[in-house]
């Protein structure tokens, strides 16, 4: 599983074709990326990982709060094209990506345990659609987290 995770001051993501839009204020978003042998022990992980990683600044600046501690919000979308491999030839390979139903059901499951066991506010994009993401980098700070 792999994750791009961007401390933002707000975010959006819209589709066009369903009509759709999405929108957090302070908080983070995380890209998400299900890899073939992931498994349900690594969405709990990741979800672990992304509501306590401390990547907000306290008084003295220093990353020392995480999404939580600043009651920010999460907007969480999914993004296959995190395992492209670009290390041969000019077209990555997705060979690494999960299966879209695999990758659909790991997905939900970060979504339901940022919500249920870490009470965080989680928007998403719509699976497997063409999405827009618009957002305002703080920091800038972007962190790839890996499992």
């Given amino acids: 599983m792999i994750a791009v995770v961007q401390r933002v001051s707000e975010a959006i993501v819209t589709v066009a074709e369903a009509d759709y839009r999405a929108s957090i204020g302070n908080g983070l ?10 498994t349900t022990g690594d969405a709990n992980w990741m979800a ?21 501690d600043v009651g920010g919000s999460i907007l969480l979308v999914s993004q296959f094209t995190l395992a492209g491999d670009c290390s041969k030839g000019n077209r990555p390979s ?8 695999h990758g659909r059901l790991l ?11 870490h009470a965080l506010e989680v928007c998403t994009g719509i699976f497997q659609a063409s999405m ?16």
């Fill in 29 to 38: 978003v995380v890209l998400l990326c299900v890899q073939q042998d992931d």
């Fill in 48 to 68: 672990n990982k992304i509501a306590r990683l401390r990547v907000f600044p306290d008084e003295q600046q220093r990353f020392d709060q995480s999404v939580q």
């Fill in 94 to 101: 997705f060979i690494s990506a999960a299966d879209p139903e």
């Fill in 107 to 117: 997905c939900d499951e970060v979504e339901r345990l940022l919500i249920q066991d």
């Fill in 132 to 147: 827009q993401v618009s957002l305002v980098n703080e920091g800038p700070a972007t962190f790839i987290v890996e499992r």
